[in-house]
């Protein structure tokens, strides 16, 4: 699969579980603004860490100016680079009760900057300014 863009009319993305992680989850993206990025589903890199359920993996690209009309943007391509950093943005996942969720900087885990929250349908919130970053639960 490499990329897949996700397609959304407003600032809220879908990431479907992958096809291929038996531990895949679907999560949410709500951008803080509509038209600022694009997000794609990534493939789980292969030197995450065992010690962990890797349940999705994204990217946000920041959508470029068109030239002709600077108060307008155009999409991005798979060959446009990731950002280390994006603007905050909140992450909505299934909870694992007792567990924080971490993420994968491309060198290490990390846990998020702040503890998740839990929001009114059960789902933990979490908030992050990397660009793209595999996210996952302790075993």
């Known amino acids: 699969m490499a990329h897949r863009k996700i397609s959304s009319a407003s600032a809220d993305f879908i990431i ?8 895949g ?3 949410k993206i709500k951008l803080a603004n ?3 990025y694009d997000v794609y589903q990534k493939d789980l890199p292969a030197n ?19 030239a002709k009309d600077p ?10 680079p990731y950002p280390a950093t994006v603007e905050s943005y909140t992450i909505e996942l299934d909870d694992s009760a007792g567990k924080e969720p971490v993420y994968f900087d491309g060198t290490r885990v990390k846990n ?7 929001a009114s349908n059960g ?7 990397l660009g793209d970053p595999p996210i996952g639960w302790p075993k």
């Open 71 to 80: 108060n307008k943007t155009i999409d991005t391509s798979d060959s446009d």
């Open 25 to 27: 989850k679907e999560v």
């Open 123 to 129: 789902r933990a919130h979490v908030v992050l300014a």
């Open 112 to 118: 998020f900057p702040a503890k998740k929250t839990i």
């Open 34 to 36: 509509t038209g600022t």
């Open 16 to 23: 479907p579980a992958h096809a291929n992680n038996d531990k």
């Open 48 to 66: 995450l860490p065992s010690s962990y359920n890797w349940i999705n993996s994204f990217g946000l690209k920041k959508r470029p100016k068109d």
